[in-house]
């Protein structure tokens, strides 16, 4: 237990390092081509995560990445759920566009998972 939780906060354990290096998650073979996803992830590291520019992560950093303090997770939860269900793309959600879609509204936290909707009699 106490390794999982180290895990998951690593800046948590006694004597642990708080800055942690970017290293490659991805090892290249041979001469292949760099894929795609490794550029856009060592783009989004320079660019966003070390914002002090000492080429690692420290603690307030990977807190940020994790847990961005400028995220609103209720609204991206709310504009995901507009955005997949919407069909005719008016912004307005319809009660049938919701039954169409109810597989996503009952796994999404928005609704509480489904519990919201069973709630409200016009669903």
Do not use: C
């Amino acid at each position: 237990l106490r390794n999982s939780r180290l895990w998951a906060h690593p800046w948590d354990g006694a004597g642990a390092d708080p800055a942690l290096p970017p290293g490659d998650m991805y090892s290249q073979d041979g001469d292949a081509d760099e894929p795609e996803w490794v550029k856009t992830e060592r783009e989004q590291f320079v660019e966003f995560r070390d914002k002090n520019r000492d080429g690692k992560m420290d603690k307030e950093e990977t807190k940020d990445w994790i847990l961005p303090s400028d995220y609103d997770h209720a609204e991206a939860e709310a504009r995901h759920l507009v955005y997949e269900s919407d069909q005719d793309k008016d912004g307005k959600l319809t009660r049938e566009e919701i039954v169409d879609k109810s597989d996503l509204f009952v796994g999404s936290q928005a609704t509480d998972f489904g519990e919201a909707l069973v709630r409200h009699d016009e669903f």
